[in-house]
């Protein structure tokens, strides 16, 4: 496996791209930056340069597989070229709230009726792509989580629930508004409960401000922004995990909540309702009282719902390993049997 990755734009470069190479554990990493304004002229012409250096060195390209549909027409001309089959993973925002731009969608509609295999992130996000009136052949690709990190703590028996959680940028889409004003009201009746606020963002000061006015200021906790390692621990040592975006296309953040063994409450958006399936509670996005009865339906069934399930139904669909497997599986049903795989 190489990575090729845009880098963007930089100052101070010596013709129009440069390329430089990195070793990423296993993995070789080619960083492409180049010109101001020059991203769509080196793309096609960088990936070609770097396939004949893999063909010279006795590595050469079975599989080209671009990263959202902005890299994907880039990719498709250069599988033409090559002769070696495309597939492009999406997860883009774009497609649910509907912001593509015409020449965007343009490209997409090339990349996606070229590629011989596209997996967005969720059968949502599919949706969302086929209402722009696109064809193709799809294939649901989850995002993946690393369990290693995001697992269950030591299980006790406890039965009650009084600490919810959020982790994310806090900015408007994020609804962290409404999940305050949720807490606000399901706390009027439960006095020890919590709510932990992990993340940080533009929003932070009126979030702060709206709890004090809500007088939960005592009861919300924000933690700041935190390494994935803290954002482990602050989930394993919470009980229930809210989600209360606006919009969403697939929140990894609920499939790691999940994985640490957390029943989810969530709004209505992306990828989030097939995650959860039966292990959290649902509401619509924007919804205040909405979002408090779910929090207070999965705080009534606290005690029914099994953590270290929760953890194995996750894992066995979101691990590294499991989404692996599935990746593995498409490359090689891609490339065939006698073509060199990589």
């Not at 990190?149 to 028996?157: M, R, T, Y």
């Not at 408090?292 to 953590?307: P, T």
Request: aromatic letters at 4%; proline letters at 6%; one cysteine or more.
């Amino acid at each position: 496996m190489v990575v090729l990755v845009d880098d963007g734009p930089a100052e101070n470069i010596r013709g129009l791209a440069r390329v430089i190479e990195e070793q990423d554990g296993p993995l070789r990493v080619f960083r492409l930056s180049y010109r101001p304004g020059a991203g769509t002229l080196v793309y096609l012409p960088e990936i070609l340069r770097l396939a004949r250096r893999l063909g010279r060195e006795g590595t050469p390209v079975g599989v080209l597989h671009a990263h959202v549909h902005r890299m994907g027409w880039a990719a498709v001309l250069a599988g033409a070229v090559l002769r070696r089959p495309v597939v492009i993973a999406e997860h883009s925002s774009e497609w649910t709230t509907r912001t593509m731009s015409r020449a965007g969608l343009l490209r997409a509609r090339f990349a996606f009726r070229s590629a011989a295999l596209v997996c967005p992130v969720s059968a949502s996000l599919q949706r969302a792509i086929e209402g722009h009136g696109i064809r193709a052949r799809f294939q649901v690709v989850p995002n993946a989580v690393d369990v290693s990190l995001f697992h269950p703590g030591e299980i006790d028996s406890k039965t009650r629930a009084n600490s919810l959680v959020n982790v994310g940028i806090q900015v408007p889409v994020k609804g962290l508004d409404v999940l305050v004003r949720a807490f606000a009201q399901v706390a009027g009746e439960r006095h020890d409960l919590v709510l932990e606020l992990v993340g940080d963002g533009p929003e932070a000061p009126a979030l702060r401000h709206l709890a004090r006015d809500l007088n939960v200021a005592d009861r919300v906790r924000f933690s700041g922004a935190a390494p994935p390692e803290q954002v482990a621990e602050a989930l394993r040592r919470s009980d229930v995990f809210v989600l209360s975006s606006l919009s969403e296309t697939g929140p990894v953040v609920v499939l790691e909540a999940l994985c640490s063994g957390l029943p989810v409450v969530t709004t209505r958006v992306g990828s989030a309702p097939e995650a959860i399936g039966a292990d959290g509670e649902l509401t619509d996005p924007g919804d205040v009282v909405g979002l408090a009865q779910a929090i207070e339906r999965a705080l009534d069934r606290f005690a029914d719902f099994d953590r270290r399930s929760i953890a194995e139904r996750a894992a066995s669909r979101s691990s590294l390993e499991a989404v692996g497997r599935q990746w593995d599986e498409i490359y090689r049903s891609l490339v065939g049997p006698q073509s060199p795989r990589r």
